[in-house]
């Protein structure tokens, strides 16, 4: 049984920053990548970014060179650190072992402008 447990959401002004933290049960978190996804209301969920297990990272383009993705797997958990954050990036964010049907219960972030 695999749990992932995000904090770190809230309310920010625009040009602000967050920074999101996902906490992963399991052994073997360290060789799984896993990613991070964000839905925001009428919206599909989509991707923000993913992380490898060698610690490599791609982003969507729309929040390249604002957001930074990392892990450390000696504590089993992900960040995604947020700058410069619009009100466009309002939504619930989601941390998601990739390849599985694991997902935490999500953590909501909201720009005001």
């Known amino acids: 049984q695999v749990q992932l447990v995000e904090s770190g959401g809230g309310l920010v002004q625009a040009g602000g920053s967050l920074r999101l933290s996902c906490a992963a049960s399991g052994s073997i978190f360290r060789i799984t990548a896993m990613g991070w996804y964000r839905q925001a209301p009428g919206k599909q969920r989509e991707l923000v970014a993913i992380?490898?297990?060698?610690?490599?990272?791609n982003y969507a383009d729309s929040v390249k060179g604002r957001f930074t993705a990392s892990r450390d797997n000696a504590k089993n958990t992900v960040y995604l650190q947020m700058n410069s954050l619009k009100p466009e990036d309002t939504a619930v964010y989601y941390c998601h072992k990739v390849g599985t049907n694991y997902w935490g219960q999500g953590t909501q972030v909201t720009v005001s402008s």
């Open positions: 992380t490898t297990s060698a610690g490599s990272t």
